[in-house]
């Protein structure tokens, strides 16, 4: 629809096009899928990210995804892994709590090539926040992850595919 977009201009878009707040609406949703052997979380929403002194503070929603969790009847421990399937805030924010891992005993799974292309230091104007908070939040987990490409399982039963397009940019 729009770059990040500002509440008021999403308005009189959604005005001036006739739609309803609900039909605007658009929530993310992270996938939790327990493969028999691993609990696997499929991203982490925004997490603290609203409440945080971010610069994108009271600009995104609050993640629930905990809250959500918990009336799955699943603990943010009961996590084996977390699969990031981009790095933009809305599928990091989730990656930590007050400066501690959200997901204590999980293990990471990154796609090498969104990786790389998030630490390097040449990302565009529009982005340097967000390479800002994969720096702050995702990169340190570097050391309990693993970094797939197409083909690479993921883990076992699901396999990664590439659906590079919109990320990493
Ligand atoms: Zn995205």
Known sequence: MAANPYPPKCERWRVRTGLTRIATSDPFIPSLVNTGRELVLFDTGNGALQREPEARRGRLPEGLLVEQLRQAVYEPQDVDVVVVTHGHPDHI????????????????????????FWKRSNVRDARKFNRELFMKIAVPFADRASFIKAGDEVVPGIQAVDAAGHSPE
């Open 93 to 116: 924010g989730g990656l930590m709590k007050g400066g501690e891992p959200a997901f204590p005993n999980a293990r990471y799974v990154f796609g090498a090539t969104e990786f790389d």
